[in-house]
């Protein structure tokens, strides 16, 4: 900038020079072949001057150039880089006796501008002075006038661009870029005075207006410290300020509050790229910082930090710090420490992205419908793209019914992994932790889960995340597992770890142990799931996992009228389930002391009858083993006996607790009559 108004200077001196030469009647038309060489000696470009020249001398002196322009580059595309209808420049005549250029007016009108980058990178408006000749080589080069032209002061009047065009062509990357109808208006009165210049362009058929004022024209023009103010909108999709300081150092470039207004992200987005196609799931945008520092360190090509940061998204809202930094053959990083000033509600959020509640009910719909795992392959190369770390601190999580009081959660990306973290967290009751591992590595892409409950209901986190609410109860539960592959088929079956739970006073929805020892009298053979269910006071299942399938060896659950023991698997990639369960019914239970170890444990009293819980997930059955239950009466005829005995004197103490199962009690007078029944006779 600061050769370009050297060069200014110089033109408009060679203008005064010109005038001077009128004066003399000498015809104008002489003068363009001076001029031209003149420029071209200094540019190594050619300018054509294809109009005619009028001059005035009083008050001012001032030439207006008609059809001027520059030259393009040998490699260009354009023929001309830059052309102009006319050039109106007027200089106040009195104060160049002083060493002061007052420029009263300098209009361009109509000027084109079209700047080119070669494939190799090179740029048509580097300008290079032309090679001299031998002769002009050998003459005395004058050093001084450089420096004479430095002792002039500048000051300006009416600087003007009216009805421009800015065309940019990279032909490298096949990118074109259009400015049209440029109007600029520049107000300066002096190179130390203020300087404030407004404007507006048309791009894609929008109109851009724009606002820049600095407080030193001089330390704009140097690359010097200057305070300044930037406004720009495009309505009706965007408007930005910021003001602060600029270029403080070399390593500081911007020091400033920020202001954005975005009203339509979408159409910003379509209008900055045609091409683009997809939907941020949000309206519009407010962005706001307190102070916006741009610059660089000994390690850091370019960094940003923004510091009180306030985000609106529609009515989504966050507040904080974020910090930007880009190393030389790393990939950016990024760091946020933002906060919610009220609850998140997850699924709202997901919604957006999902296109709507409807079209994520419709996604749910399509998942419970489906009988496989999705083998289609999930593309994770983006996390190598970016590291950082984005830590959220929240009044709440809302997850359909599951709403946790105030914590943190945090992000962290690095090398392809990305890491989630959730310390204990309360909810309504009870409390969840979480962490979780994603490594990209395509098809060896690993994943790990962590996560612990305690005191926590379960009904509310299976209606949530499962969408069956078959189970109630309280207490403790845990999953930590890990799995390898990039579709959720492959991470289904590789699936490895443990799991595990301990639930106290609730009941079992569709299963009713009491109604399936009642079965041995009605002699079923089949039956599916129904609307009973088994109060429990304990019960407690701990799982090891190996290639999807879930293994159980501790079964145990107790009521106040059933015991039930059992083992089995939950087959994840089958989406399926086999276990075998031998409830008992509770007729009379007493500590019995070993007579050798003297341990003391609870002996319960009872008709057991094993059955089979087996199927699909959603089509689950029930089947008694009736032959078990003979097998056992056969070896030990005076259990079924004892039994018997033991039923008829609990129902005449508990009439009012074993209404259900009473006639069918008292229709047995003989153990034999037990096993009529299971055998069908």
Known sequence: MKKFLIFLVVFLALIGGGLFAAVKMVPLEALKPKIQETFHAATGRDLIIAGGMRVTIWPDIGVKIGRVAISNAAWGKAEQMVSLDEMDVALKLMPLFEKRVEIDRFVLRAPRIYLETSKNGQNNWDITPAEKTAEEQDKPQKTESAAAVQDFSLSFGELKIVDGVVHFE??????????????????????????????????????????????????????????????????????????????????????????????????????????????????????????????????????????????????????????????AGAPPHIDADVALPVPLDVPALMARFAGGEDAAEEQVAEKTQAADWSRDVMDLSALHSLNGKFVLSHQGLIYKNLKSGAGKVTLTLAGGKLVFDMPETGLDKGTLSAHAALTEAGAGTMLQIDLQSKDMPVQPLLIAFADTDKLTGAGTAYFNGTAKGNTQAALVSSLGGKAGFHLRDGMLHGVNFVDITKMVQKKLSNVGLGDGGTEFANFDATFAIQNGVMKNEDFYLRGPLVEAKGKGQVDLPQQAMTFRITPQMILKQAMQENAETGEKTLKTTGIAVPVDIYGSWTALKIKPDYAAVIQDALRDPEKIEENVKVIKEEVEKNLENLKGIEKELKNIEKPEDLLRGLLGQ
């Open 170 to 327: 990279d032909h490298g990357k096949a990118e074109k870029y259009a400015f049209d109808s440029i109007n600029v208006t520049v107000a300066a009165g002096n190179m130390d005075a203020p300087v404030a210049v407004e404007g507006e362009m048309q791009y894609r058929a929008r109109q851009l207006n724009f606002n820049f004022q600095a407080d030193k024209l001089s330390a704009v023009i140097a690359g010097k410290p200057f305070a300044g103010k930037a406004v720009f909108d495009v309505a009706p999709f965007i408007k930005t300020s910021l003001e602060g300081k600029f270029l403080q150092s070399a390593d500081n470039y911007l020091t400033a509050a920020t202001e954005t207004q975005i009203g339509d992200i979408n159409g910003l987005l379509k209008w900055l790229s045609p091409t683009h196609s997809g939907e941020i799931p949000f309206t519009s945008l407010g962005f706001s910082t307190g102070k916006l520092q741009l610059g660089k360190a000994p390690d850091v090509v370019f960094g940003a930090r923004l510091e009180n940061v306030a985000l609106k998204l529609d009515d989504f809202e966050m507040k904080g710090a974020v910090s930007f930094r880009q190393k």
